[in-house]
């Protein structure tokens, strides 16, 4: 069975730094792309971040370039994702997603609160 | 960045009704649109991808249509596990882009 957990999330201060993590198993962690997507409070989804399997190549939707990094260690099957200078708009449910381009698998998501 | 805009936002219908969702596209996607559904306090799950291609587990009451920059997706009975939010998203283009969601509601 496929498992994605997230972990590290918490309550930070403006400008604060964060480490998101992503546990994969059931499945070839190294074999498959994966992402973050996040989803504000009552709000919709927004994709953040991806990676190819051999973190080769990255991407960053443009809210977060330049402040969120995110890599992987296919010998600890974990994804993550370095968040720093956070503002209180990224206050947001951060859920890890499998696939390239199509997410077919989702963690339960990690909550990130940005507030003072 | 491709825009995705989902109509209506909020769907009211009664258990056995008929639902259709839209999802516009502001250039193609070709067929590479997927649809998500979205219970509250849960994860997104996949529903449909490249426009028409049911997911694993999905039952045949859904189906999906369009290609393009028209989309739709069509519950062709509702059953009360199938009242939620769903989203649309293209993978064509980096930035993956979501929709805003349309919310099915119980009338």
């Known amino acids: 069975e496929v498992q994605l957990v997230e972990s590290g999330g918490g309550l930070v201060q403006p400008g604060g730094s964060l480490r998101l993590s992503c546990a994969a198993s059931?499945?070839?962690?190294?074999?498959?792309?994966m992402n973050w997507v996040r989803q504000a409070p009552g709000k919709g989804l927004e994709w953040v971040s991806y990676?190819?399997?051999?973190?080769?190549?990255?991407y960053y939707a443009d809210s977060v370039k330049g402040r969120f990094t995110i890599s992987r260690d296919n010998a600890k099957n974990s994804l993550y994702l370095q968040i720093n200078t956070l503002r209180a708009e990224d206050t947001a449910v951060y859920y890890c997603?499998?696939?390239?381009?199509?997410?077919?698998?989702w963690g339960q998501g990690t909550l990130v609160t940005v507030s003072s | 960045e491709i825009v995705l805009t989902q109509s209506p936002a909020t769907l009211s219908l009664s258990p056995g009704e008929r639902a259709t969702l839209s999802c516009r596209a502001s250039?193609?996607?070709?067929?590479?649109l997927a649809w998500y559904q979205q219970k509250p306090g849960q994860a997104p799950r996949l529903f449909m991808y490249d426009a028409s291609k049911r997911a694993t587990g999905i039952p045949p009451r859904f189906s999906g249509s369009g290609s393009g920059t028209d989309f739709t997706l069509t519950i062709s009975s509702l059953e009360p596990e199938d009242f939620a939010v769903y989203y649309c998203?293209?993978?064509?283009?980096?930035?993956?882009?979501f929709g805003g969601g349309t919310k099915v509601e119980i009338k």
């Open positions: 059931g499945f070839t962690f190294s074999s498959y792309e």
């Open positions: 990676i190819t399997s051999s973190g080769s190549t990255i």
């Open positions: 250039q193609s996607v070709s067929s590479y």
């Open positions: 997603a499998r696939g390239m381009g199509t997410f077919d698998y």
């Open positions: 998203q293209q993978r064509s283009n980096w930035p993956l882009t």
